[in-house]
């Protein structure tokens, strides 16, 4: 009874929870103004990042630290950053070994330094070159995986017997994968039909699909770094969530991915 309630409770919290950032990510997303959508993508990114040190730090290793968030910031909107902004990253980080008094955890600081502006930075750097592109893909790619999430939640629980990666989260399964994947799919292409008729709905569904896929091995990856870290979430900060890393994995591999792929298709004149 207990635990029934207490499952409860953390349902309840979720739903509160998207029930506030669904419009105001929605809003910031599709029709606010660039300066509203960049200071809270902003806020998100360093949110994350905060997230993230935490993470490093319980692998025992020092966490980037206000380094990192000077260079992700540079990386999210200093416009045209790109390899040569990775790169300059790369230096610093490896420069920083200078001021250190132990030089023996040097090399997986810089590297953990890294990883971080990448994958948390430069995953929504892409966000912001989908939004370029155009808004509405935006939302596409970040809510696709809201609505696969779901799919999978209640197929893996009705229907899941064969797990997916039982050392790295044992809940998962791949009938709740291919749940996933299908739901993203019809979602994406449900949002087309009625908001970018002009897209081709194969385009469309090729798209939301590989997204979903990327966007499944982001939730992976990030349970991975919590699992070695032995954390069960990555932060406090959203009720009946977690952390931000925790609600925004699956976007930080699944935006670079649609971004990429729409490129691909401009080049291609492909309607998208």
Request: charged share 10%.
């Amino acid at each position: 009874f207990v635990s029934g309630s207490a499952r409860r409770v953390v349902a309840m919290k979720r739903i509160a929870t998207a029930l506030v950032l669904i419009p105001v990510i929605t809003y910031a997303i599709v029709w606010a103004p660039w300066w509203v959508f960049s200071t809270l993508l902003s806020v998100i990114a360093v949110l994350c990042f905060v997230e993230y040190n935490g993470i490093v730090a319980a692998h025992g290793i020092p966490k980037p630290g206000w380094a990192g968030f000077v260079a992700g910031l540079v990386v999210l909107l200093l416009p045209g950053a790109g390899l040569g902004a990775f790169t300059g990253v790369a230096i610093a980080s490896m420069a920083l070994a200078l001021w250190s008094k132990d030089l023996k955890n040097e090399l997986a600081r810089a590297g953990a330094m890294l990883l971080g502006v990448g994958y948390v930075f430069g995953c929504w750097r892409c966000a912001i070159g989908l939004r370029g592109i155009d808004p509405r893909w935006l939302f596409i790619a970040i809510a696709l995986n809201w609505a696969g999430d779901s799919a999978a939640m209640y197929v893996g629980k009705a229907f899941g017997r064969h797990k997916m990666a039982p050392v790295i989260s044992p809940g998962k399964t791949w009938e709740g994968a291919a749940a996933s994947i299908v739901g993203s799919v019809i979602f994406a292409v449900a949002v087309a039909w009625f908001w970018k008729p002009e897209a081709a709905w194969w385009l469309v569904a090729g798209v939301a699909g590989l997204a979903n896929v990327a966007g499944q091995a982001g939730d992976l990856c990030e349970s991975a770094l919590k699992r070695g870290a032995g954390m069960k979430d990555s932060g406090t900060m959203l009720p009946g969530h977690g952390g931000w890393l925790d609600r925004v994995d699956s976007t930080l591999f699944a935006a670079p991915v649609t971004y990429g792929l729409l490129i691909l298709a401009r080049m291609a004149n492909l309607p998208f």
